[in-house]
């Protein structure tokens, strides 16, 4: 990476106050609940005329487990102003968070307009699933403020960021951006290369690619993939990462017995890796074992839910404060 043209960030990670959400959907609405709940004052901009309502909503429907994680002193919803154009939600941003649609296209343009419109030196860092920020950065004028920060949804609730520049970001805009994101209370990692898919979203692409074979071949529901998962590994994965949980699958051994012992199996022809065609029939099938799943709950219901179980889930693995009961409450 190169060092171009940016100049050092108009201030510290630690004194930004104003943050600009440009594109506030499902990420860019989960940005702003998290933003607004750690205090700071959000500006948001997104061109759908009924984007302010369903932003207010989202934001709405987030609080209460906001409030659970605990607010900054002074957080309020009310700290939200949506404005009218794209220039309005910067003029005055000391970060500006871009989460518009994954398409490489409007990404390109859409950062090229924030560029121009930011002040100086302010970074600008895109949520994208997986561009590369070299294949995005390619219009603006100032390129080396432009990072991906990719969240993982929704944003206010799951601590991970993933920080990485493209070839022509300015190595202190990553230090940056990595350093805000901690200040602002996410789990950081910052790449020190562009890996395709970044590090979360290529593993979990390889799980996803493998359920939607098992589905297509008529090997697994969509239930039962789900169950594999929340029933089976998915309740190490919340606090014992792949690795070291495989570790102790090799006993006393640890990974060295875990790889002598099911190294083998690796050359088994379990996966299929390349991405199945995703016809109508496997689309229909995914679509309709999810609403059989759902059973009737709504996708507030969903989203309700998901949220308290991933608070229980932070809580019970130490990442959160221990919840009060209710003797404590009356001492
Ligand atoms: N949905 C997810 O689970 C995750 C998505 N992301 C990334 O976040 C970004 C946003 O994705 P979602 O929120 O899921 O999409 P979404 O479809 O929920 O929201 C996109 C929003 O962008 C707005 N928009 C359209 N054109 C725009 C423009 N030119 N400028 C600004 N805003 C514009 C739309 O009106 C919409 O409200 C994408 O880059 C996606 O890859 C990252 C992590 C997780
Ligand atoms: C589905 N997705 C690729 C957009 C998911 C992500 O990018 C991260 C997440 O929230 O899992």
Not at 154 to 182: K, M, N, Q
Not at 228 to 248: D, K, N, Q, V, Y
Request: net charge negative.
């Amino acid at each position: 990476m190169n060092d171009i043209t940016t100049p050092p960030a108009p201030c510290a990670p630690e004194d930004v106050r104003r943050i600009a959400c440009v594109g506030a959907g499902v990420i860019g609405g989960g940005w702003v609940a998290h933003y607004l709940a750690r205090g700071y004052d959000v500006t948001a901009w997104d061109p759908a005329p009924d984007a302010e309502h369903k932003l207010r909503r989202l934001v709405d429907a987030a609080w209460p487990a906001l409030t659970q994680l605990g607010l900054a002193e002074g957080a309020s919803p009310d700290r939200l102003t949506v404005t009218a154009t794209l220039q309005e939600a910067v003029a005055d941003a000391q970060f500006v968070q871009e989460s518009a649609p994954e398409k490489l296209e409007l990404k390109r343009d859409l950062l090229a307009q924030l560029d121009a419109a930011a002040p100086a030196g302010v970074v600008i860092a895109s949520s994208t699933s997986g561009y590369p920020m070299t294949d995005m950065q390619t219009e603006a004028t100032d390129p080396g403020r432009l990072v991906v920060g990719h969240p993982f949804n929704p944003p206010y609730l799951i601590p991970l960021v993933e920080v990485v520049g493209g070839d022509r970001t300015a190595p202190h805009a990553v230090t940056w951006t990595s350093r805000f994101y901690e200040v602002a209370g996410k789990s950081v990692i910052t790449m020190a290369s562009e890996v395709p898919g970044f590090i979360a979203n290529r593993l979990q692409e390889a799980l996803w690619r493998e359920a939607l074979h098992m589905v297509a071949n008529g090997e697994a529901t969509v239930k039962e993939i789900d169950d594999s998962i929340t029933e089976g590994p998915g309740l190490r994965w919340a606090f014992m990462g792949p690795m070291l949980t495989f570790a102790l699958a090799g006993g006393e051994g640890g990974m060295a017995h875990m790889l002598d012992h099911f190294g083998p199996s690796l050359k088994s022809p379990w996966t299929r890796l390349e991405a199945p065609e995703l016809d109508k029939e496997l689309y229909d099938a995914v679509v309709a074992g999810c609403d059989d799943a759902a059973d009737g709950r709504t996708i507030a219901d969903l989203v309700a839910e998901r949220d308290q179980g991933v608070i229980d889930v932070l809580r019970a693995t130490g990442r959160l404060p221990q919840q009060r009961t209710a003797q404590e409450d009356t001492k």
